[in-house]
């Protein structure tokens, strides 16, 4: 897999509009989602703000269900192990989608 080489999060939402990185960067323009009739661009601009944290998370989930299903996945690591990846995965993943949607 390669490594992403987008611009790093966490990305916020603002004016409405505008999705910033840490710096300050401006990463996109949802032209009209500071708009209370805009219930979709709002949500499209969460989305997008919320990128970064669900590449994030989606990557540990591949990561846990891969250790999990190798062929030596019973040798190479412990129940225990492997329910703590899962249980790190799923916690970002809930986290990366009420992002995305709140």
Known sequence: MGKATHVPGPWTIRDGD??????????????G????????LQATAR???????LLA????CQS?????????AIQSSTVLNAF???TEAEAKA?????????
Do not use: G
Request: charged content about 20%; aromatic content about 2%.
């Open 18 to 31: 505008f999705i910033d990185a840490p710096d300050r960067l401006n990463v996109a323009h949802v032209r």
């Open 33 to 40: 989602a500071h708009l209370p009739h805009e219930p979709e």
């Open 47 to 53: 989305l997008i703000a919320a990128a970064p944290d």
């Open 57 to 60: 998370a989606l990557t540990l």
């Open 64 to 72: 846990a269900l891969a250790m999990m299903i190798a062929p030596d």
């Open 84 to 86: 703590a990846q899962a």
């Open 94 to 102: 809930r986290a990366a989608i009420q992002k995305a949607v709140a």
